[in-house]
């Protein structure tokens, strides 16, 4: 049986993730190629489809756990009768290949410890051929292989490979687990001790470039290290998840492969990182969605690999019953195939607020993006498949025409900036044409409230983004009625859902849980409506839902009180980070965007 998802905290090395359960056990490790990631996978399943688990062979006590103070080393204590240890987990910054490291600390008396390693590659699929090694073990299936190194003695039981050992007081033990291609032999072993200690340099050092002095700081510092390490250093690509298929509803079908990088996080991305004083990974994160763009205007894709590979070809995995019985397990995602104007906007809005915030110009983004502004003009009037990339038809989803609209006016007002030979006045009537008929089409004067598309009776959460991009100024009276609105219909224990599922307008069946990004952009609504308690309340609310260790997930389940989707999310942290800022700093995004 898998733990509750928020029961996990998250290591990386900023190409690698692996997900640490409270009760010990890793149960989650995915090598980000997207083609053969080298995965054991508990998460999406029972044991048997593997797992690493390393905890007190005796009933325990109690279990505390934390992060070292602004680092990703985590360490989980766990108290029996007889003593107390703490387990340190942590994967090292590397130039080579990636390595888990656990090391067990005495701390009082002597406690009975159990490891069990099970190892299956090709997402649980494969039982990889395991041979002991002068210093552990090696296991490997096709491309991948893996390296146990330790001098606890360890033996076969099955397919498990288990070691029981002592700790006393003082004492410590370690284990490494490193991924390498089985065609090449081992990498040499790492001392742990030495490497846990760098790891911890480098992170405090990295936490302390942060700018934010706002309250909250430890939260928003959190979610930047979180979101740090959701960086694919290789490319500057921001993974929206480190993980797939973990259920919007627990037993359903929404169950998606996160692992991939979305345009459209990619505004709202880039003022958390500026905010929080890391320019470098904003700039990072800029050229990657240059390069992930660049071809002919129509073939952007909404969704790119973690090196702006396009092919993402959705599998069923239907080996694994998935995470409490939420099946299918997928893998790759059918969402790359999407059209939806909102990705636009978030281009043009990106590049636009790169520049505000002093991020040097790029002759190379700059002819990317007018290519796609051209490209804009003559789409702009077609039905897309929306923001939640929904599986039923096509439609004139309101948010979407508002993105078109921000690509408008964001290019009029860089062409302005620019004083060149660029058809400004053009893009001028475009951007009139699409407002006017978004006003038209996309509001209901009857309910006074924008709706989800044109002619629909039903709201949506991600029409609160019409005053944070400028559409329309939030004190305007069809801004604060759909504001209204939404907080009549959209929410549920003071929380904000998507949409109403059971409207059959997603081609899937009903339910899931309120969406957390959504919860705090109503935070940025209250604070642009001079609701400032009322976002106040509204914000503790939403710390007050994150786990242990500070991590949220991409969703919450108000009656179960449990975190649902893929984890953690690195849109809920980017909103906690932005709507921190709205709250407490002079540079505000919602303000700052939305008087572009």
């Given amino acids: 049986m898998s733990d509750p998802i928020e029961d996990y905290a998250l290591i990386g090395d900023g190409e690698t993730a692996a997900l640490v359960s409270r009760s010990g056990s890793i149960d989650w490790l995915c090598v980000p190629r997207f083609d053969s990631p080298a995965c054991f996978a508990a998460l999406l399943g029972a044991p048997e489809h593997g797992r690493w688990r390393l905890a007190p062979g005796e009933p325990v006590r109690a279990v505390r756990r934390r992060y070292r103070d602004a680092t990703l080393v985590l360490e989980t204590d766990f108290e029996t009768d007889g003593g107390a240890v703490t387990v340190v987990d942590c994967m090292p910054l590397r130039a080579g290949p990636p390595v888990l490291i656990r090391q067990v600390i005495g701390r009082r008396g002597s406690v009975a410890m159990r490891m069990e390693l099970v190892i299956r590659l090709d997402y649980g699929s494969v039982v990889p051929w395991v041979r002991r090694s002068a210093r552990g073990l090696r296991a490997v299936a096709g491309p991948d292989a893996l390296a146990l190194t330790t001098d606890i003695p360890l033996r076969g039981e099955g397919l498990t490979t288990v070691a029981d050992f002592t700790v006393a007081a003082g004492e410590r033990r370690a284990l490494t687990l490193a991924w390498h291609p089985s065609h090449l032999p081992a990498p040499d072993p790492i001392e742990a001790e ?222 302005d900036a620019m004083n060149g030979a660029l058809p400004t006045d053009r893009w001028r009537v475009l951007r009139a044409a699409i407002h006017a008929d978004v006003c038209r089409h996309g509001f209901d004067p009857a309910r006074n409230a924008f709706v989800q598309s044109y002619g629909a009776r039903e709201l949506d959460a991600s029409l609160l983004m019409i005053p944070l991009v400028g559409f329309l100024p939030a004190e305007d009276p069809r801004v604060r009625g759909t504001v209204a609105a939404i907080e009549r219909e959209l929410l549920v224990d003071g929380l904000v859902q998507r949409y109403p599922t059971d409207s059959g307008v997603d081609g899937l069946p009903p339910g899931e849980g309120v969406f957390l990004a959504c919860s705090f952009w109503l935070v940025d609504n209250l604070v642009l409506l001079g609701r400032r308690e009322d976002a106040r309340r509204l914000y503790e609310r939403l710390l007050a839902l994150r786990n242990d260790v500070g991590l949220l997930a991409e969703q919450y389940d108000p009656r179960a009180r449990r975190l649902l989707g893929n984890f953690p999310q690195a849109l809920s942290h980017i909103a906690l980070v932005n709507s921190a800022c709205n709250l407490s700093q002079a540079v505000r995004p919602a303000e700052h965007r939305a008087g572009a």
């Fill in 194 to 415: 030495a490497a846990v200690r760098e790891t911890e340099a480098w992170w405090r050092q990295w936490a302390g470039r942060c700018t934010y002095e706002g309250p909250d700081r430890d939260a928003v510092l959190r979610s930047l290290i979180t979101l740090k390490a959701m960086i694919y250093e290789p490319t500057g690509g921001i993974v929206a998840a480190p993980t797939t298929s973990l259920p919007e509803a627990l037993g359903g079908v929404r169950n998606w492969d996160y692992r991939l990088c979305w345009v459209r996080d990619a505004t709202f991305a880039l003022y958390a990182l500026v905010l929080g004083g890391y320019l470098d990974e904003a700039r990072a994160w800029r050229q990657w969605l240059i390069r992930a763009l660049a071809g002919t205007p129509e073939q952007i894709q909404i969704v790119y690999g973690l090196a702006g590979e396009r092919r993402l070809t959705e599998l069923e995995l239907p080996w694994l019953p998935g995470y409490e019985g939420s099946a299918p397990v997928r893998i790759g995602n059918a969402a790359h195939a999407q059209f939806q104007l909102d990705v636009w906007g978030e281009m043009l809005d990106s590049a636009h607020a790169a520049e505000r915030a002093g991020l040097e110009a790029d002759p190379e983004g700059w002819r990317v993006i007018t290519k796609l502004m051209e490209h804009l003009e003559s789409v702009w009037t077609e039905p897309d498949d929306g923001i939640w990339e929904v599986r039923g038809p096509r439609r004139h989803f309101t948010h979407s025409k508002v993105m078109a609209w921000v690509a408008a006016d964001r290019m009029v007002k860089m062409s």
